[in-house]
C-alpha cells in the first residue's frame, strides 16, 4: 500500500565526463570565501585539486583549507572546519571526495553558527531541531556510495566517548549542488570501491525490507539492486569501464536521495549496528555493514517473509518450485553472501579490527530503532556480533 509523502530535494546534479566545467556556472552564486574540505593526497594526485583551484582562482574566491578527513570524519575534525568557518567568514563549503568528506563539510555547515551548546550533542545525540543559520555546501565526488552528494545526512565519530552517530538534517543542509564525473572514481581501490557498492546496497535493503507490501518504491530498489550487483561486476573485470562505473555512481546517489525511502517505514538497524563496529575499529562502512546485515536478515527474514520471499526470487532469480517461502527466503539471502564472497567483500569482524572484547561494548551503545520487522534486544545485537566475528 502507498503511504501518504510530500517529496523534495533541492540539489542540483551534475552528471558525466564534462562536469567539473559546471563549477565555473555555480561560483558566481556565492560570496567570496570558499572553505575546500577535502581528505589525504589522493585529489592532488589525481589533478582534480589543480583543476579545482583554477576554477575558483578565475572566479575571483578566497580559498582556505581543511584537509585530511578521514574515513569516518571525526568531531575534531569537523570542529576544526567550524573555526576556519568562523575566523574566515566562509560563504561555500566545497567538500571534494568521498561520502566521509561530505558528511564532514554537512557536519561544519550545520555546526559553524550553532552557540550556546556543543553542536554534536545538540544535534547527533540529542537530535534536536536544526534551528541556526546554516552555510551552504556542495560537493565534488571522487567516491560512492553514501548518496551523501545528495541528502541531508552527516555521520560523524565522536572518538572521546566512541559514539558513531548519523543525522539527517532537513534540505536547508542539502548540498546546493553536486558534480558526479565518474572517471573521477577510477583509481579508487577495489577495496574501497566494493565497500562502496554494498554500501548502496545496503541503502536499498534497509528501505526494503521494512513493509511487506509491493509499491513502486520496491520495483526501484529492486532494479536499483540487480544494477548494482551487475556493474560491480562488470567494474571488477575492467575498471574503468565508463558505463559501469557511471551506474555504480548513479545508483548510489538514487539509492540515499530520498526518493527509494517514500512510502516505506525504513529499517536502519544494520546501519545502528555498523556505526559503532566503525566507533570502536574505524572499519570501511561498506565493509561493517556485509558482516552485519547477513546475521541481521538470518534472525529477522520470518518476521518479514513475504519480502524475503520477493527479494530471492526478484533480485537473485531464486526458483520456487518444489520449496518452501523459508526454503526460497534463505536462499536469497545465501545468494547475497556469494555475492560478498564473489566480489571480495569482507564480512569478518575480527579481520575489520574488532576484538571480543569490544564486542559487548558495541552492543550496549547500540541505538536500538525498532523500525524493522523485528525490534531487537541489546543481547540479540550481541550475538549478531558474535556471529559475524
Not at 239 to 247: F, Q, V
Not at 253 to 282: C, F, P, R
Request: include cysteine; proline fraction near 3%.
Amino acid at each position: 500500500m502507498q503511504l501518504d509523502f510530500s517529496y523534495y530535494n533541492p540539489t542540483t546534479i551534475h552528471f558525466g565526463k564534462e562536469s567539473l566545467s559546471k563549477l565555473d556556472d555555480e561560483l558566481p552564486n556565492y560570496g567570496n570565501t570558499v572553505l575546500l574540505v577535502y581528505g589525504r593526497n589522493a585529489i592532488k594526485s589525481n589533478g582534480i585539486y589543480d583543476k579545482v583551484m583554477a576554477s575558483l582562482s578565475t572566479a575571483g574566491k578566497k580559498v582556505v583549507e581543511l584537509s585530511g578527513v578521514m574515513p569516518n570524519p571525526t568531531y575534531d575534525k569537523m570542529m576544526e572546519g567550524v573555526e576556519l568557518v568562523r575566523a574566515h567568514k566562509v560563504d561555500l563549503i566545497l567538500a571534494v571526495g568521498g561520502g566521509s568528506v561530505v558528511d564532514c563539510a554537512k557536519g561544519i555547515s550545520m555546526s559553524a553558527h550553532c552557540e550556546g551548546q556543543d553542536p554534536f550533542q545538540k544535534y547527533w545525540v540529542d537530535f534536536q531541531d536544526l534551528e541556526n543559520d546554516v552555510v551552504p555546501v556542495a560537493s565534488i565526488l571522487t567516491m560512492v556510495g553514501t548518496g551523501s552528494e545528495m541528502n541531508g545526512g552527516s555521520v560523524i565519530t565522536h572518538e572521546e566517548t566512541k559514539y558513531k552517530a548519523g543525522r539527517v538534517f532537513p534540505p536547508m543542509a542539502y548540498p546546493k549542488f553536486s558534480i558526479l564525473n565518474p572517471e573521477y572514481t577510477f583509481t579508487v581501490s577495489q577495496y574501497q570501491m566494493v565497500s562502496g557498492v554494498f554500501d548502496t546496497m545496503s541503502h536499498l535493503m534497509e528501505q526494503y525490507f521494512s513493509d511487506q507490501g509491493a509499491n513502486t518504491t520496491d520495483y526501484l530498489i529492486e532494479s536499483l539492486l540487480k544494477s548494482s550487483i551487475d556493474n560491480l561486476r562488470v567494474a571488477l573485470k575492467t575498471p574503468d569501464d565508463y558505463e559501469a562505473r557511471s551506474n555504480i555512481m548513479w545508483n548510489a546517489t538514487l539509492a540515499l536521495n530520498t526518493i527509494t525511502g517514500l512510502s516505506k517505514t525504513q529499517d536502519w538497524q544494520v546501519h545502528m549496528i555498523e556505526h559503532q563496529v566503525g566507533a570502536y575499529t574505524d572499519c570501511a562502512h561498506g565493509m561493517g555493514l556485509a558482516a552485519v546485515s547477513l546475521p541481521y536478515y538470518r534472525l529477522i527474514y520470518k518476521f518479514g517473509l513475504d519480502k524475503f520471499v520477493r527479494f530471492a526470487t526478484q533480485v537473485w532469480g531464486v526458483s520456487t518450485e518444489g520449496k518452501t517461502k523459508e526454503q526460497i527466503a534463505l536462499e536469497g539471502i545465501d545468494a547475497l553472501e556469494a555475492f560478498t564472497k564473489e566480489s571480495g567483500i569482507v564480512t569478518s569482524l575480527e579481520e575489520l579490527g574488532a576484538t571480543k572484547e569490544m564486542l559487548p561494548k558495541i552492543a550496549e551503545s547500540t541505538i536500538i530503532i525498532g523500525n524493522g520487522y523485528k525490534k531487537l534486544t541489546n543481547e540479540e545485537v550481541l550475538n549478531i556480533l558474535e556471529e559475524c566475528f
